[in-house]
């Protein structure tokens, strides 16, 4: 049974840069086909795509993010990670790795989260 | 970017009872929705993806109906665990975009 496990801090000063990595066990993050991706979801809020990331490396990143955003997978460490600089108070959220039941072009929802991991922007 | 609006944000219901939400989006989405359940706490759950087909374990009495712009997730004989937020996904740009509706709560009358 595939199951993600997000890690990071949980305290990042404003105008940082927060990375997290996402690790994968009971299944291969290289297995033909698969991506991975980031949802986040400020305190007392709804859920917010951050992007997807193949094992290729390809990504597509939401809009809003492009310019902060870098996502990228460990095939030798079966992780994947994700990367936000200049962060702000408004980057503060529970951040959960996902894997979207998707082959090819063909999408069947996020599966797969991890519990999720909170970040807070503060000084 | 194509929005995607859910109503009511609160629902008060009885267990037993049958609910219905709705999630609107702004342009035709074809059946390119998935619905989401969340529990305080917890991670989302895929309950139901391509409007209608049902994720992996999920019970018979969540079901999803719609097409282009107009979504409905119904909910029959409403159970204790079903009291949880609810949300819509959109995926008709996939892989370059999803977006969520803001969410439903269905809370206990």
């Known amino acids: 049974q595939l199951q993600l496990q997000e890690s990071g801090p949980g305290l990042v000063m404003p105008s940082e840069t927060v990375s997290l990595t996402c690790s994968v066990s009971g299944g291969s993050i290289s297995r033909s086909s698969f991506c991975w991706g980031w949802i986040r979801q400020p305190p007392g809020k709804g859920l917010e795509w951050i992007g997807t990331?193949?094992?290729?490396?390809?990504?597509y990143y939401n809009p809003s993010l492009r310019s902060r955003v870098t996502m990228s997978v460990d095939t030798s460490k079966n992780q994947f990670s994700l990367h936000l600089n200049s962060v702000t108070a408004a980057d503060t959220a529970v951040y959960y790795c996902?894997?979207?039941?998707?082959?090819?072009?063909?999408?069947?929802?996020?599966?797969?989260w991890g519990q999720g991991t909170t970040v807070t922007v503060s000084s | 970017e194509i929005v995607m609006t859910q109503s009511p944000a609160t629902l008060s219901v009885s267990p037993g009872e049958r609910v219905t939400l709705s999630c609107r989006a702004s342009?035709?989405?074809?059946?390119?929705i998935a619905w989401y359940q969340q529990k305080p706490g917890q991670a989302p759950r895929l309950l139901l993806y391509t409007a209608s087909t049902r994720a992996t374990g999920i019970p018979a009495r969540f079901s999803g109906s719609g097409s282009g712009a107009e979504f409905t997730l119904a909910i029959n004989n409403l159970q204790s665990e079903d009291f949880a937020v609810y949300y819509c996904q959109q995926y008709n740009d996939w892989p370059r975009g999803l977006t969520f509706g803001g969410g439903t709560k269905v809370e206990i009358k």
């Open positions: 996902v894997r979207p039941a998707a082959v090819g072009s063909n999408y069947y929802g996020m599966d797969v």
């Open positions: 990331v193949y094992d290729s490396g390809g990504t």
């Open positions: 342009q035709s989405i074809s059946s390119n």
